[in-house]
């Protein structure tokens, strides 16, 4: 890539002190988030997805160690001034949390909110002129009658609205960067694809970078450009959101997709990945993930496996052309349907 | 057919205890700010023969100095109220600000304070108001401080637990996102979720600072003579065994007053904080 990436993530890793000793929830990630592409991240819960990012904007408390790179434009955000960094929060870089129930204050009205949320970082806009910005945003994020919305408390707004004004607020300073933290998570299907729309249409016309955390596979291809499978603390697979979908090399995407209902085969049992993630106090040797896999052999539980170009993606599995030749074997096993 | 014309509905909250406490307290307000007008006698001077029961001319007799009960009853609401009124808003200001400062900045600042909100608490509240009266001299001022400072820890506690518990809260972490700095954090997105259980607990304490106030003037730490304040009334009364009327009029009144406090912040808090009725 001749220019330089929107935000490039390097080697970042994320520790916790905990009283049983130094636990590592993101262990060395490598990705690269382009202008106006969708990166979606995902993963299990404790997988480190949401840590990383949180990592990255400084969120974290202070018991945690964050280390490696990570460049906004060049600009690199880990271990500056915490000064410098809050002025880049919400300024340069938006954020969106999974419960749009909470995620608002509740004794703000709404239009308030994106008031303080835009004079955050420019005291030379009116209040008023403000206000007419958060009215043009809820208009953006397709909230109807945004001129009487904007003087209603949140909890006269429904999930979805709530979600809507969420990013309205988190695209009030038109930022370059959007990450998303499961921001369909806590809605019901319907609304969560006019959510991810919202999205969409952000992309297309503001031109924002946005990273979509998610343990929903669904939501990433519909809606991912690039996408980035966490396991342990590691990425286990990255690549066009087409070649992972279609083409998946590690065993544990392969797993997911697997675990994956088929609408069109209403009696095929839900198959799941056996076993449990992994704890983070005592990381499984070689590879994170041999414990779960079906193809796991000896070299799997002493070494490493390190991320690598295989077919068109980048997968760390040491039998990722193994398990190309027995695709058949899916990593996946069958369980009792409705469990 | 008409329809029947729509009732007027009585908001849950205003029961009878809600209205009779609001009667009581707005009564002794307006008391206190016009009783001047139209006291039916000056509250210092000798204005009948001493020790008269009540009559028509005196309704709560004469004390022994020849004084009309009724007129200093209604002049203590003067001393009385205003002093409930700082030492409520003040003790309210300080063990705020202080609590909340410790629930937000934790570490050594939460050490600190609450320690000296633990030792202030480990004495018996009407001893140490007494000996920081006492240390300061007599007079309604220093009774004043010393409530205060016997008071402000209450606050400090109640505040830093809404604190802490609402600075957790997931619009405190999105404001962080946001890119909001500390201080907009404190007043725009915690403090304002913070206030319901301090003001239900402030008018509560209305009542208690009064009854407080009488106390400390009732052992001479407050009120100097002839100042008409109900606590020196009620101890000028209680050396008169046979004149019942000298220390009535005065105990009324604070028995009024605290319970049309205790009626109000009980209505209130069924109103801001329906979970705890």
């Known amino acids: ?339 | 057919m008409q329809l029947a014309p729509p009732a007027i509905a009585t908001p849950s909250w205003l029961t009878l205890p809600v209205m009779v406490g609001g009667f009581v307290v707005a009564f002794w307000v307006v008391v206190a700010l016009s009783v001047e007008l139209w006291s039916p006698h000056p509250p210092l001077e000798m204005v009948a023969r001493r020790l008269q029961p009540p009559s028509a001319d005196h309704l709560l007799g004469t004390d022994a100095l020849g004084r009309d009960v009724l007129s200093r009853t209604l002049h203590g609401a003067r001393h009385s109220i205003p002093i409930a009124v700082i030492v409520v808003i003040a003790a309210v200001a300080l063990g705020a600000l202080l609590g909340a400062g410790a629930g937000f900045f934790g570490g050594l600042v939460d050490g600190a304070i609450m320690r000296l909100v633990d030792v202030t608490l480990a004495f018996p509240p009407v001893l140490l108001a007494m000996a920081v009266a006492a240390s300061l001299g007599p007079g309604l001022e220093n009774a004043a401080i010393a409530m205060i400072i016997v008071w402000w820890p209450v606050y400090a506690r109640l505040m830093r637990a809404q604190v802490l518990e609402v600075k957790e809260r997931e619009h405190v972490e999105a404001a962080i996102a946001g890119g909001a700095g500390r201080i907009r954090l404190l007043g725009v997105h915690i403090l304002p979720l913070c206030w319901t259980p301090v003001l239900i607990n402030a008018t509560m304490d209305f009542g208690q600072v009064v009854l407080l106030a009488a106390s400390l003037s009732f052992i001479g730490l407050g009120a100097l003579p002839p100042t008409p304040e109900w606590g020196s009334m009620i101890s000028d009364g209680a050396v008169h065994f046979y004149q019942w009327w000298i220390a009535f009029g005065p105990g009324l009144a604070i028995l009024t007053v605290v319970l049309g406090f205790n009626f109000l912040g009980d209505g209130l808090r069924d109103y801001l904080d329906p979970r705890s009725a």
């Open chain 1, 1 to 339: 890539m001749a220019t330089e990436p929107l935000l490039a993530i390097r080697d970042l890793r994320v520790s916790f002190a905990t009283r049983s000793g130094l636990v590592e929830a993101v262990a060395g990630i490598d990705v690269d988030v382009e202008e106006g592409r969708v990166l979606g991240v995902v993963g299990e819960s404790g997988s480190g997805k949401s840590v990383s990012m949180m990592g990255v904007l400084g969120l974290l408390p202070r018991s945690a160690v964050v280390t490696g790179s990570a460049r906004l434009r060049g600009q690199e955000l880990l271990g500056i001034a915490p000064r410098a960094l809050q002025a880049i929060r919400g300024a340069r870089i938006g954020m969106i949390f999974q419960d749009p129930l909470t995620a608002l204050n509740p004794v703000l009205r709404v239009g308030q909110q994106i008031v303080e949320a835009v004079r955050i970082h420019d005291r030379s806009i009116s209040r008023k002129a403000a206000l007419a910005r958060a009215i043009d945003l809820l208009d953006l994020v397709s909230i109807p009658q945004p001129r009487e919305r904007v003087q209603q408390y949140p909890h006269e707004f429904s999930g979805g609205m709530r979600q809507r004004a969420m990013i309205a607020m988190a695209v009030a300073n038109e930022p370059e960067l959007l990450i998303a933290d499961e921001p369909t998570t806590a809605l019901d299907v319907t609304v969560q694809a006019q959510i991810l729309e919202v999205l969409e249409e952000l992309r297309t016309r503001l031109g924002i970078g946005l990273i979509l955390i998610t343990h929903d596979l669904g939501v990433v291809a519909g809606t991912a450009d690039t996408v980035a499978v966490m396991y342990a603390g590691r990425i286990v697979e990255r690549g066009e959101v087409d070649a992972i979908f279609d083409h998946p090399h590690h065993p544990y995407t392969r797993g997911l997709l697997a675990a994956l209902p088929k609408l069109d085969a209403d009696d095929a049992p839900l198959v799941g990945i056996e076993g449990r993630p992994p704890s983070l106090r005592e990381p499984p040797s070689g590879c994170a993930f041999h414990p779960r896999c079906g193809l796991a052999e000896a070299r799997c539980r002493v070494e490493r496996p390190a991320l690598r170009h295989v077919g068109s993606t980048s997968c760390a599995c040491h039998l990722a052309e193994a398990a190309d030749r027995r695709r058949d074997v899916p990593a996946g096993h069958a369980m009792d349907a409705g469990k």
